[in-house]
């Protein structure tokens, strides 16, 4: 069966970078693009860009451009997220989600929960 | 401010039917059929349950529908059930530039 399974949790200072990891496992890691998402506590969701695992290309919400980076591993099938610069406001469950074409987020991992705090 | 407005909160009764709206814009649910549905538990990750406007994916119940008319989506959840309650979000793509947005969440309570 499909599974999307996140590294854990971090707590991070202000003005540091986080870099989280979402590893798949139960399909061909390469066939399927993969999406990052991210939930503020007590917010709704939030895109923030996809990478896709077979050609190392990459779209990201303007929003993140200059501050995040995805990437991916297909020797061992797993999906990164960096973002630097981190401020308060990028505390947050971070998701990865598949996708198999239009928007067809159909497996997430558990996510990960980064807090930034001094 | 997100980019898809839904309502904040909606409430039924078991057994009812209840309607969650999620208005875009001509640049995004007006042009692409490519509107998407997820249910949220508390402390879960989102589940999609409909995609493409109207599908859905194997294992949802069939009490969960999609439909589209204009710039505004809407899912629709028939025969209101306990479990049902959860935060639901809509999705939809905006072209090359902006890709995906999400609509702001609803909160479902069943009565």
């Known amino acids: 069966q499909v599974q999307l399974v996140h590294s854990g949790a971090e707590v991070k200072k202000p003005g540091a970078s986080v870099k989280v990891s979402c590893k798949a496992s139960g399909y061909t890691f390469t066939a399927y693009y993969m999406h990052w998402v991210r939930q503020a506590p007590g917010q709704g969701l939030e895109w923030m860009g996809w990478v896709n695992p077979d050609s190392g290309g990459t779209n990201y919400a303007q929003k993140f451009q200059g501050r995040v980076t995805m990437a991916s591993d297909t020797s061992i099938s797993t999906a990164y997220l960096e973002v630097s610069r981190l401020t308060s406001d990028d505390t947050a469950v971070y998701y990865c989600?598949?996708?198999?074409?239009?928007?067809?987020?159909?497996?997430w991992g558990q996510g990960t929960l980064v807090t930034v705090s001094s | 401010q997100s980019a898809l407005t839904q309502p904040a909160s909606v409430s039924g009764s078991p057994g009812q039917s209840i309607t969650i709206s999620c208005t875009g814009t001509s640049s995004d649910v007006g042009s692409y059929n490519f509107v998407s549905w997820f249910q949220q538990q508390p402390d879960k990750a989102p589940k999609l349950i409909i995609y493409?406007?109207?599908k859905r994916p194997s294992g949802v119940s069939n009490r969960f529908s999609g439909s589209k008319s204009g710039n505004t989506a809407s899912l629709t959840i028939s025969g209101l059930q306990a479990e049902d309650e959860a935060d639901y979000y809509c999705c939809s793509y905006a072209g090359r530039s902006t890709s995906w947005v999400f609509g702001g969440g609803t909160k479902l309570t069943v009565l």
């Open positions: 989600a598949r996708e198999p074409s239009n928007g067809i987020f159909d497996h």
């Open positions: 493409e406007v109207t």
